[in-house]
């Protein structure tokens, strides 16, 4: 098995991490009427859970968590089929 020591000569290496709140739809008209303070419905609920990505590839599943007035994601679940 890999362990941390093993791979610590990767500790300084940039990975694109990506959340995906949500997405829908919608025609170029819809874009072009939009205005400062609009908003955009998306597909999920705010209790539902999110997908983190890295390098655009599934890498877990997470919740929006707000810790000292700032928004974070905490890590619920590992998609194993990715690591």
């Given at each position: 098995?890999?362990?941390?020591?093993?791979?610590?000569?990767?500790?300084?290496?940039?990975?694109?991490?990506?959340?995906?709140?949500?997405?829908?739809?919608?025609t170029?008209?819809?874009?072009?009427?939009?205005?400062?303070?609009?908003l955009?419905?998306?597909?999920?609920?705010?209790?539902?859970?999110?997908?983190?990505?890295?390098?655009?590839?599934?890498?877990?599943?997470?919740?929006?968590?707000?810790?000292?007035?700032?928004?974070?994601?905490?890590?619920?679940?590992?998609?194993?089929?990715?690591v």
């Amino acid at each position: 098995m890999i362990t941390l020591e093993d791979i610590k000569f990767l500790k300084d290496v940039e990975v694109e991490v990506r959340v995906e709140l949500g997405s829908i739809v919608k025609t170029f008209e819809f874009l072009l009427n939009l205005n400062e303070g609009d908003l955009i419905p998306l597909e999920k609920n705010i209790e539902d859970f999110l997908t983190i990505y890295i390098k655009n590839v599934p890498f877990a599943i997470g919740e929006i968590v707000n810790v000292n007035d700032r928004y974070g994601i905490r890590i619920i679940d590992l998609i194993k089929e990715n690591v």
